[in-house]
């Protein structure tokens, strides 16, 4: 069981908590994190997510996750990349790059998206897979990213997001 707080539509916390499925099963509003790592090479980390995954399996996106009731955003990001990446995140070297609300094109994920930007030294053996969250990693030069939501590659999550372009716009200022 996973206990997330639960929102109103302005991102408000509304003193309810409940869990994930509940969460997902009655679309309400929560909290999630992105992390956009960058290399020093100026190229994004993508991972895949494991074919035993309930949604999107076998698709390639950023690392991410739920917040935790009560956990703030920051926290949760370490958290989350350390738990399935392996990498030890100095918060203070995280930077929010956007908090977008969103709907899911699913219908069942109506979250407040809080986008972190993370550089990072290591290369991909560096890193500790959680096989159970994630099949593979790879690093992309921007030029690539902005093909795959030029096409809208369906091996990709990343390029249905409203928020793209303002990720783009971020990391090619800040790249």
């Given amino acids: 069981m996973e206990l997330l707080d639960v929102l109103d539509e302005e991102g408000n916390m509304t003193g309810k908590v409940e869990d ?11 909290k999630e994190v992105d992390a ?3 290399n020093e090479k100026g190229e994004i ?9 309930k949604q999107a399996p076998n698709k390639w996106m950023t ?7 009560g956990e703030d955003t920051k926290k949760a990001i370490a958290r989350e990349v350390k738990e399935e990446i392996g990498l030890e995140c100095e918060k203070e070297n995280l930077h929010l790059i956007v908090i977008a609300k969103h709907c899911s094109w699913r ?13 990072t030294q290591k290369q991909l053996q560096d890193f500790i ?30 390029w249905r997001e409203e928020y793209i372009q303002d990720v783009i716009h971020y990391l090619k200022k800040n790249i």
């Fill in 107 to 119: 219908g069942d994920n109506n979250v407040f998206r809080y986008l972190y930007f993370y550089r």
């Fill in 129 to 158: 897979l959680e096989k159970r969250e994630v099949s593979e990693l790879k690093y992309i030069t921007i030029q690539e990213l902005e093909q795959i939501v030029e096409n809208k590659d369906e091996d990709y999550l990343f």
């Fill in 20 to 30: 994930k499925d509940i969460i997902h099963e009655k679309a309400l509003w929560h």
């Fill in 45 to 53: 980390l993508i991972q895949k997510r494991a074919e035993t995954k």
């Fill in 36 to 38: 956009w790592i960058v």
């Fill in 63 to 69: 690392t991410g996750g739920h917040v935790k009731s």
